[in-house]
């Protein structure tokens, strides 16, 4: 792959000094920090209970794969901070000066933009949840392959940047396309099985009707701040609905294709099956499925008997709203409504909470379960088809009231 990239902008690794000062003189608004994000952590251990809020909990430590202890879920949009960290290799540093977009492959005029270019154009701004698709992965059992999340790969933002699809109409989509693929800066070789061929970037594609949609953007910030380079700067894909592999970070390359993109993961990581004709069928992951997580009581969280307990979360729909959640107490034998709080925001999460009173001491097993606006809900049991991801199916919360 390394020899490849002849036609391709070139990205130095630098040193975190010069890389600083590079942005810094093309431009201003590096010096309010752009380098400064440095996500603060804590290890799994210390956070039995979830009760350091503020404070990232690392999954893997090389490349940087944090998660935010969901237990802290307080605002409806996720502090830059704490929003989850998921990288397949380093985050690679790269000097605004030589930085490149490229749009090519099937398009009437191939484009090259720089980061002034992008800036320039009309703007959107557009709050979207990001989910990653092995959120939850450490409650499967037997145990998955993959990260082992808990609940807290997920984080809700407000995005800027320029939608995708205006930038493709600028380049002018050609009749025979039929899917984008979005490319990372990023690059590696994956060792275990199924091993990648030698050195590849993250690339993932959208088919051209999802990649059109006015909500899909070149993202350039986040929660109104210069994009952190954790998070892909200078520039990712935000695609809103979709599981959190489709927002391609550290973004240089948009690729108008002819054929569906069959990369790594694409095609072998992020895939699911899917039944067609009686047969499972593997297909790339795309919509997020609906879900309800419950934020406080933490497992096994001691509650003091007939005192007022808040149980509160948040629930969300790929492209769908969320129409209920409800609670169960005693292990999905009864159910009761939560209140929704605020209205509908398209592609983001809506939090709820129900008024308990547990009236006797002892272990109780609590359930909350969403239900979104085209009528679909939560399994009761793990598909096996999804292998290791889309995990939306309920899970028990033991607590004990004392
Ligand atoms: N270039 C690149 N983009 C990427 C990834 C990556 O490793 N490299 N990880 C993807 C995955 S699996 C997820 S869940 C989201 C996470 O975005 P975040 O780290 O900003 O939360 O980024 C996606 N985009
Ligand atoms: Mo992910």
Redesign the pocket.
Known sequence: MAGTTTERMHITRIARRAFLQSVATTLPLARAGNGGFIPSVMHTDDVANGQRPGELIVRKSA?QNLEMPFAALASFQTPNEM???????DVPQVPLAAWRLKIEGAVERPLTLMYDDLVQLPARRQVAL?????NGRASLQPRAKGVQWELG?V?NAEWTGVPLGAVLEKAGIRAAAVEIIL????AGTIAEEPRSPGMI????SLPLAKARQPEVLLAYRMNGKELPP???FPL??VVPGW?????????TRVIVTARPFQGY?QSLD?TYFEPLHGLPTLVPLTEIAVKAQMARPAPQEVIPVNQPYRIHGAAWSGEAGVAKVQISVDGGKSWSEATLSGETIPFSWRFWEFAWRPAKPGTYTLLARAQDTTGRVQPQKRDPNRRNYMINHLVPVAVNVR
């Open positions: 490349p929003f989850y960290i998921r990288n397949h290799f990001l989910e990653c698709a092995g790969a984080g490319e990372g800066a990023d970037h993250f690339a993932r954790a998070h892909g990712r894909a599981y959190g592999m489709a927002s391609v970070k550290w973004l993961f992020y």
